[in-house]
């Protein structure tokens, strides 16, 4: 504000920043001592080392030679008249500003009306909720999170596995309501008198080897 542009400038943003964090700073010829002084002492890069950053806060502001002249609270009061008076026809003259500004086309702020309530869910959760979140909340508006797979939730390595194990018996056990399962049609039992089947035995006959001997005389 006391020169007219910022302390370090360059063509891009990423020599703006080294120029920022390794730049000397130059200030133009024209300022007084105090304002250099005050100057320095703000753009310093380390935040503990700038005026106002210790413990003092404010009060070591309002202390540089800088502001020696200014009763700070007959200025906290509002009865100290400004410098300067700007001449306005109305509470909407811009005749202050710059020509190149006042001649753009006007863009206006997003409404918060105009969010739609997918926006307000990726939000949801935070510490900061909106007031237009909260009013959706209460109108009714639940979240539902996304249910994952079983197969996919036994397979992620942080997903802790249930204690219970299942035998491949468990299809032959009742089920839930008591009922033994149906394993398919009983035969009905033979009639009387009839014969059973014979039985084939397990082992069948072998033969005996033997070596062809010739009988004494």
Known sequence: MLTGSPPFTAENRKKTIDKILKGKLVLPPYLTPD?????????????????????GDAA??????????????????????????????SEEDVSQFDTRFTHQTPVDSPDDAAISESANQAFLGF????????????EGFSF?????????????????????????FDAFKPGATGEPMELG????PPPEGTAPLPIKPSGGTKKQKGGRGRGRV
């Open 35 to 55: 304002a250099r002084d005050l100057l320095k002492k703000f753009l310093k890069r380390n935040p503990n080392q700038r005026v106002g950053g210790g413990p």
């Open 60 to 89: 070591d502001v309002q202390k540089q030679p800088f502001f020696r002249h200014i009763n700070w609270d007959d200025l906290l009061a509002r009865r100290l008249d400004p410098p300067f008076k700007p001449c306005l026809q």
């Open 127 to 138: 510490t900061y909720v909106a007031p237009s979140v909260l009013e959706s909340i209460k």
């Open 144 to 168: 539902q999170p996304k249910v994952r797979s079983p197969r996919r939730l036994n397979s992620s390595p942080r997903t802790p596995v249930s204690p219970v194990k299942f035998s491949p």
């Open 185 to 188: 049609p009983t035969l009905p």
